[in-house]
């Protein structure tokens, strides 16, 4: 989610994945407590409190969240923003045509 409450679009989530991966081998590698290449056990450890996180988040709803709405209302938005008004002199027109 962006800070507008949006869903990401794939360029934006693909490139806050390439920062997370770049700043945690850097963050790996100016930690000289671990010289050992990255196994799948060091990625949990590191995730844990994630997994946590998403197990109480599992439990706070009796259905699973969806983004429906979310989709729906950028929908409906472009849809508003691809409408166009007729210009003025059309409505003049309109009104000529129409019996007094």
């Not at 990401?8 to 000289?32: G, H, I, K, W």
């Not at 989709?71 to 002199?89: F, G, N, S, V, Y």
């Amino acid at each position: 989610m962006t800070g507008a409450g949006r869903l990401l679009t794939c360029e934006q989530y693909a490139t806050r994945v390439n920062n997370f991966d770049t700043n945690q081998l850097t963050a790996s590698l100016s930690s000289p407590a671990e010289t050992r290449p990255p196994s799948g056990q060091t990625l949990y450890d590191k995730l844990e409190n994630l997994f946590y996180i998403e197990h109480e988040v599992n439990h706070l709803f009796e259905m699973p969240p969806n983004y429906y709405k979310y989709i729906e209302a950028d929908e409906t938005l472009i849809k508003i923003q691809r409408h166009h008004l007729p210009p003025e002199d059309w409505w003049q027109a309109m009104l000529a045509i129409l019996p007094r």
